[in-house]
């Protein structure tokens, strides 16, 4: 069982940084796939930026440019740096950890709010 404590979350005003930071317990952090997805009050929940096992990362087109994703395997977290950040960014971020091959497993950590208003 792995349990993902998220962290950085908070108020910000338009225009301000966050850096979220994700805590995996557990040795499987570094054979995953791990990302940062976010659910906004009354939409589906939306994936943010992910980043491979291996690296590879991938962003989506509304944060491209403003969050940079990272991850360090030796003290198994993984971080959202948000820059420049907008009133549309505001939602829940919830921290993912993966694998598709064998075993397969997917855990989800318990959320953090950011809000950005000014």
């Known amino acids: 069982q792995v349990q993902l404590v998220e962290s950085g979350g908070g108020l910000v005003q338009p225009g301000g940084s966050l850096r979220l930071s994700c805590a995996a317990s557990?040795?499987?952090?570094?054979?995953?796939?791990v990302g940062w997805y976010r659910q906004a009050p009354g939409k589906q929940r939306e994936m943010v930026s992910s980043i491979t096992r291996d690296g590879t990362t991938n962003v989506a087109d509304s944060v491209k440019g403003r969050f940079t994703i990272s991850r360090d395997n030796a003290k198994n977290t993984v971080y959202l740096q948000m820059n420049s950040l907008k009133t549309e960014d505001t939602a829940v971020y919830y921290c993912?950890?993966?694998?598709?091959?064998?075993?397969?497993?997917?855990?989800w950590g318990q959320g953090t709010q950011v809000t950005v208003s000014s």
């Open positions: 557990g040795s499987l952090f570094r054979l995953s796939d």
């Open positions: 993912n950890l993966k694998a598709t091959g064998s075993p397969q497993y997917n855990y």
